[in-house]
């Protein structure tokens, strides 16, 4: 006969190995839900998902990754997930020239057309779907790194912006004194 202690540890490890083999990766549950795994980086440490579709991830630390342009992932990555689509996304930023602009949410409307769509506030920004079939390595980042990133990409909008308004009103004055010559 086997001792009772044992054989309830032995059960106790099956019940656990049971329950947390049940549970689904991260990337099950985006391709549950219509989505590529590859739109979370590799290196995810710990999630949270509801039965309401919130999600949350954590990384070890921000971080990067090269698609068509570049994303950046904070350490926390949250949204809301329902089919074919995450919103009250935040968490995660594209850049776009020398800019960076925070993705609010991510959509694939027919999965066929092999395009994924983010909206990064202004416009929604097209990728080929396939971009983001596997999860990508993603390179360490300092956050510091990133806020001057942001900074300059500031900088330089302001500088463009200055320069249009310049030329705009260069572009008057050549008028007004073609205007006065007459």
């Not at 309830?8 to 985006?30: C, R």
């Not at 949250?78 to 968490?91: D, F, N, R, V």
Request: glycine residues 8%.
């Amino acid at each position: 006969m086997i001792p009772l202690i044992p054989t309830i540890f032995l059960h106790f490890i099956l019940i656990v190995t049971v329950a947390n083999g049940e549970q689904d990766s991260i990337y099950e549950i985006l391709k549950a839900h219509g989505l590529p795994m590859g739109l979370l980086p590799k290196g995810i440490t710990r999630f949270d998902f509801d039965d309401g579709g919130r999600f949350e991830v954590h990384l070890d630390q921000a971080c990067n990754a090269k698609f068509e342009s570049e994303l950046h992932y904070d350490r926390n990555v949250s949204g809301t997930l329902s089919y074919g689509q995450i919103g009250a996304l935040s968490g995660i930023s594209a850049q776009e020239l020398f800019l960076w602009f925070p993705v609010k949410g991510i959509r694939v409307d027919i999965p066929s057309s092999g395009l994924i769509y983010f909206d990064v506030g202004v416009v929604f920004k097209q990728f080929s779907l396939s971009l983001f079939e596997t999860p990508r390595d993603c390179l360490a980042v300092r956050d510091l790194e990133l806020v001057n990133s942001i900074r300059d990409g500031k900088f330089l909008a302001e500088a463009i912006a200055k320069s249009q308004s310049a030329k705009l009103r260069y572009e008057l004055d050549q008028e007004n004194f073609g205007r006065n010559d007459m």
